[in-house]
Structure formats: C-alpha cells, structure tokens
C-alpha cells in the first residue's frame, strides 16, 4: 500500500488539521517517489526483516516498508500527524505507530526481537546527531540502517583526521559502524523545502571494532572528553580534563606516540585509544 502522499493531498490534509510545518522542527515531509524508492532499496528489506522507522510523519516511506517487510513499528512524537497516520495504515496489520521519541527508547524494546532490526528514518536536522549517538548506544540490536540526514552531519560522520570536521562522532562511527553517503538529495524533494542539503547515509554495525577496545569502560568516559576542547593541544587538554600536572600529561601523551602540540582533530584514532588506556592507568594508580 502506497502511503506517500501528493504535494496536493499533503497540503489539503496538513490545512484541514490545522498542521503548519515548524521549520524548527525540522518538519520537512518527502514527497518524491523516486527517492521514497531509493531510501527503501538500499535498506534491502526482506519479509524476514522488522524495521523499526524513526519519524514516519505522514506516512511517506510507511507503506512500502510495510509492503516488503515482516513488522514496522514507528515512532512519531507529533501527536497530531500519529493520528492522521494510524488512521491512513489501519488496514496494514503488520505496521504499529506508537505516540513517542525514539530518543525514549529503551534496550527492553529491542531485546524482545530473535533478529537484529533494520532503522529507516528522515532524521529531522536539529535532532540527527542525538539520534545517531543513540545508534551507537543500541549497536547490538540492529544492523543496518539507512537514514536521511543533514549534509553536515553526515561530513562530520566520515571525517578522517586531520580533517576539521574530525571529532568523536567520526572516531566512533568508524570504529563501531561502516557509513557510506548513497546519494545527495535536493531540497525539492520536500514540502516545505528545507534550506539545507541531506543525504541518504547507509550504516552497518560492526560486530567488533576495527580496532581493539580494551577497557569499555574507559573508552567511554575518557575518550569524549579528548575531543571537547578542539582549540587546545593535545597536551592542555589532558592536563585539564584530567587535572593532571602539566609533565605528567607530557609524559603520557608522550607514550602514546602524540606530539604535545597537536589538536585533538589531527590524532589517528588507535593513537588515540592509546592515550584513552594511558590516562586510564594514571587514574587508577
């Protein structure tokens, strides 16, 4: 069942509801079936497959997922566009749209599945990147999603180091997931027309990182704060973020192979896993 409406259809239903797009929001709703059909097609949904689509609005990509699919839960925080959209899937038994963030989330959802699910979602700008961390936090229950994301973030996402753009989210990303960019998507495409680029990003989760994360623990409460102050060196962000003494931090990040005066952006990730275990083990001392 095709659930992707007209600019026409959008606008007569977005009128009779009294529904005004909030640019701020980020609602921003596809209109266009060629890329309703691409975003889909490299998700490679099976009959097998449970998708979990993240802001269905209304209903652009629900149907066809619907259609290739075992199950479809969507989660939509806009409590009037979950009413519009429940009564337009009503005849669909396979698709359950509930009223909420997928940010609200917790692992009991997603433990209750024998498979790994697929995400499939147009990720409104101002909440991508909490969305995308959110991935990460839940790795080990999906393993592949294909979202539609701000240009910006998906630069960030690839960046490599040396790059400015280089930071936490790319050092993650490529340990713990493979992206690719599949396309750019014009503005067009949507009603209203956003003023900013997106594309369609394919992400697949790794079952182990490119590179070997010895303490988890660790890697998550020190390698953020590593990136916090891009401005600094190396150097005056050790010292500072862990209050250590100005030769103390020379001397660790000093074995780990980093020359003091670099930022953080310009640090290969396995070196920088290796100041992650260094400054573990003068914490712990």
């Not at 979950?82 to 038994?93: A, D, F, Q």
């Amino acid at each position: 069942m095709d659930t992707l409406l007209t600019i026409k259809q959008l606008q007569q239903i977005l009128a009779s509801h009294k529904i005004f797009p909030k640019k701020q929001l980020g609602q921003n709703f596809l209109i266009d079936r060629n890329i309703r059909d691409k975003i889909i097609s490299f998700a490679g949904i099976t009959k097998n497959d449970i998708v979990v689509e993240i802001g269905p609005g209304l209903g652009a990509l629900t149907g066809t997922i619907a259609e290739k699919a075992k199950f479809v839960y969507g989660f939509e925080k806009d409590r009037k566009l979950v009413k519009i959209l429940l009564n337009m899937v009503s005849n669909l038994p396979n698709v359950f749209i509930e009223e909420k963030d997928f940010l609200e989330l917790d692992e009991g959802f997603f433990r209750k599945f024998e498979n790994k699910i697929k995400i499939i979602g147009n990720l409104p700008y101002y909440v991508a990147s909490p969305i995308l961390f959110k991935f990460l936090e839940i790795r080990d229950y999906w393993q592949l999603a294909v979202v539609m994301i701000p240009e910006e973030v998906a630069i960030r996402i690839i960046a490599k180091p040396g790059d400015k753009n280089f930071g936490l989210m790319a050092v993650l990303f490529s340990l713990l997931t493979n992206c690719s960019i599949c396309y750019k998507v014009r503005g067009s495409v949507f009603y209203p027309e956003p003023e900013i680029n997106s594309v369609v990003m394919k992400i697949l989760s790794r079952e182990k990182p490119t590179i070997d994360i010895k303490n988890l623990e660790a890697f998550w409460k020190i390698l953020p704060k590593l990136y916090m102050q891009r401005r600094k060196t190396i150097l005056n962000v050790v010292s500072n973020s862990f209050k250590l003494d100005k030769k103390i931090a020379a001397s660790v990040v000093q074995k780990a192979g980093i020359q003091p005066s670099l930022r953080s952006h310009q640090i290969e990730i396995d070196k920088m896993l290796t100041l992650v275990e260094r400054i573990s083990e003068i914490k712990n001392r």
